[in-house]
């Protein structure tokens, strides 16, 4: 027989009446005295309840003075028991701990599954609103339902019309400005500066009206302007969140993030935040007036902001994820690139989808070229480029670019167009007076990202590994 207390074979063993455990009697009193239970199971014990039982023991002689080997030893016994009922207490607040902690946990993983549930079920309920189905006023069965739109404000109308109708009037008339680049000096492109890496993973890449200074963000939730006169980063915004693409309104630079809001910063200060979107944002696009911004996200909707009073204009939902939009030159129109393979055109000041076209995969690039006719898409994974006739609603033209493409970016006469991705950097010539294509250059920058620089002179380009390289012809 062992105390449960001690572990040992007890000198005077007692058993108790709750529990039918066998303890060292001294050690069990000493124990019912301070808390008046059983140690085993917790019952209430009183020293009446044990029963002491009878086994051949050595008679201990009576305790000597305390100056004697005997008294001493004694005494360690005394520290021993009192050893053993601290040892015997930390056990049980051990295991007691252990099963509190065991709880808090069952109860926090029950807490996970049900906000997991519910995301869900907010997930699915908002696919099938978006999904509805309406056959009133003559609309076509099984056409998506558009929730959460509201009008556009007249003045927001006003400025879109007067847009379209002052780009429209002057667009075929327009030369192609002075000074601008040539066939022949874009063959002779190469790389003029190259930065080390900014922002690792970055695939955002805009620049301003002068073409000097580039907005740029990566992956880790920071974006940054580069100065490409100066050589170096003038400013550093925290996006919160993985950059996904960034445009410019006047000075002040407006970023997307994954986490599904799009900023406004300004003297590297953030002075607007829009939460519109549920899930990330794709792609930000703005409009040729100048203060309307469109933004694409993965929660199959499409929003206007105002940034001249940063607000909310209308949101217009789709039937799939977008990916990519752009506004067509002069304004009146807005694609957005889906996941389901389908470029869906809208007008812009109604949110009416106009037209479809269907490039056959996910369109993760769209970009209108200047002639205010041409769109020009990129599938997923593919090595060629998509030109779509808007009058004709097909594709006229498949340029094979070589390599997976990234990023595409039309000049502003439309008769260059930049194709970039980890192959490198390709440029399109479509050359009016013979109506045939041609390939100018091609080098091999691993890119992300590409831009015209000014006077189209120049393209900046964002590397695969974040830094920006910049192709031309000059000193840069």
């Known amino acids: 027989m062992l105390c449960a207390i001690s572990g040992e074979a007890p000198q005077v063993p007692v058993a108790s009446k709750k529990s039918g455990n066998v303890f060292e009697k001294r050690l069990i009193e000493a124990y019912i005295s301070e808390h008046g239970s059983d140690p085993v199971n917790g019952e209430e014990l009183g020293v009446d309840d044990l029963v002491e039982l009878k086994t051949a023991r050595i008679v201990r002689p009576r305790p000597p003075t305390l100056t004697s080997i005997p008294s001493l030893l004694a005494a360690f016994q005394n520290e021993w028991d009192a050893v053993a009922l601290e040892t015997y207490q930390l056990k049980q607040h051990l295991a007691q701990t252990r099963q509190e902690l065991s709880t808090a946990l069952y109860q926090h993983d029950a807490a996970v599954r049900v906000i997991a549930r519910l995301t869900r ?257 990129v599938v997923q994974g593919e090595t060629s480029v998509q030109i779509w006739d808007l009058r004709k609603a097909a594709s006229i033209k498949t340029l094979e670019v070589g390599g997976a493409v990234e990023s595409i970016a039309w000049d502003y006469t439309g008769q260059f167009l930049a194709a970039a991705g980890p192959g490198g950097i390709a440029v399109q010539h479509y050359a009016k007076s013979s109506k045939s294509w041609s390939e100018p250059f091609r080098k091999a920058v691993a890119a992300n990202a590409a831009r015209w620089g000014a006077q189209g002179q120049s393209l900046v380009a964002l590397t695969t590994d974040g830094a920006l390289s910049i192709v031309g012809s000059g000193s840069g």
């Not at 030369?175 to 040539?182: I, L, Q, R, Y």
């Not at 607007?272 to 979107?277: D, I, K, L, Y």
């Not at 067509?328 to 479809?356: C, E, R, S």
């Open 121 to 377: 079920e907010r997930d699915e309920a908002r696919d099938a609103l978006s999904k509805i189905s309406v056959t009133a006023g003559g609309a076509p069965a099984g056409d998506a339902m558009q929730v959460d739109s509201a009008a556009l404000p007249e003045a927001i109308v006003a400025k879109i019309d007067q847009t379209h109708q002052e780009l429209s009037s002057t667009r075929r008339k327009r030369p192609v400005p002075e000074g601008w680049v040539t066939a022949d000096s874009i063959a002779s492109f190469d790389t003029t500066h190259t930065t080390d890496p900014l922002y690792p993973g970055g695939k955002a890449l805009a620049l301003d009206k002068s073409g000097d200074l580039a907005l740029l963000g990566g992956v880790d939730g920071v974006a940054g302007v580069y100065s490409i006169s100066q050589k170096q980063a003038v400013q550093a915004l925290k996006a919160g969140g993985q950059v996904t693409d960034g445009v410019w309104y006047e000075n002040k630079p407006v970023v997307a993030t994954s986490a599904g809001a799009v900023k406004v910063f300004e003297e590297g200060a953030e002075v607007a935040q829009f939460e519109s979107h549920a899930g990330p944002v794709t792609s930000l696009s703005l409009h040729p007036c100048g203060d309307i911004v469109a933004s694409t996200g993965v929660d199959k909707s499409y929003v206007l902001y105002s940034l001249e009073d940063n607000t909310v204009l209308t949101q217009i939902y789709t039937d799939a994820e977008l990916l990519s939009g752009g506004f067509h030159p002069d304004g009146h129109l807005y694609a957005a690139g889906g996941k389901d393979g389908q470029i869906k055109v809208f007008d812009t000041k109604t949110g009416d989808n106009m037209a479809n076209f269907d490039a056959g995969g996910p369109v993760h690039a769209i970009s209108f070229s200047e002639n205010g006719t041409w769109l020009a898409a």
